[in-house]
């Protein structure tokens, strides 16, 4: 946990207990009351720890951890682990499409030309990148319903385990639409909120 504005630590534990993440907390953050969003992942603990303390604060999961628990659904899937040629494409069906080169973006076209069932898992990858691209509450609410959906019809377990993941934590991933504040790049830290109450803050823990 850290002062993103002095840049300094303010806490730390070795493990992720919620006895623990409550003892940091208690003991670092002296003005709850003014903690208006709290970032978290989805790791059950935290969200324990987090809620009898700040009751009043919006729950956000973190950007990063929910297009990693996506991509992560990819990278594992048995589609891709079935076929030993693919193993080197890896870089290819990781990274985003707009960001690869023209050489990259043919060989990948003719990847997944080639092995159509590993085309749906990637564009399942891909349409839900364009989750977080969304404008407003509302609208994201619908993308991300109809990602789960497509996730849950699909023939691959991983995919599967992501859409309830998803699902599951659905309210706080679309808090990220609600929050007026710029996530934190790094984890666990402590920044303050661009509103117009100077003194409210957003924990990320």
């Known amino acids: 946990m850290m002062d993103a504005k002095a840049g300094s630590v303010m806490g730390m534990h070795a493990d992720r207990r919620c006895d623990s993440a409550i003892h940091l907390l208690s003991q670092n953050v002296l003005s709850k009351e003014r903690v208006q969003t709290v970032i978290l992942d989805m790791w059950e603990s935290y969200h324990k720890a987090v809620r009898p303390l700040f009751p009043s604060a919006s729950i956000v999961i973190d950007k990063y951890h929910v297009v990693q628990k996506v991509t992560q659904a990819l990278d594992l899937d048995q589609a891709r682990k079935e076929f030993s040629p693919l193993k080197k494409a890896r870089y290819l069906l990781l990274k985003g499409c707009e960001k690869l080169r023209k050489d990259q973006r043919l060989r990948l076209?003719?990847?997944?030309?080639?092995?159509?069932?590993?085309?749906?898992?990637?564009?399942?990858?891909?349409?839900?990148?364009?989750?977080?691209?969304?404008?407003?509450?509302?609208?994201?609410?619908?993308?991300?319903?109809?990602?789960?959906?497509?996730?849950?019809?699909?023939?691959?377990?991983?995919?599967?385990?992501?859409?309830?993941?998803?699902e599951k934590w659905k309210e706080p991933i679309l808090s990220y639409f609600c929050a007026h504040i710029p996530m934190p790049e790094s984890r666990g830290r402590i920044t303050r909120s661009k509103t117009s109450n100077a003194g409210h803050m957003a924990i990320e823990i």
């Open 109 to 166: 076209d003719d990847i997944l030309e080639e092995y159509s069932v590993l085309s749906i898992a990637y564009y399942l990858k891909e349409l839900f990148r364009d989750f977080y691209r969304t404008d407003g509450y509302n609208e994201a609410k619908e993308r991300l319903e109809e990602w789960i959906q497509l996730a849950k019809q699909s023939p691959f377990a991983s995919f599967q385990e992501a859409a309830n993941t998803l």
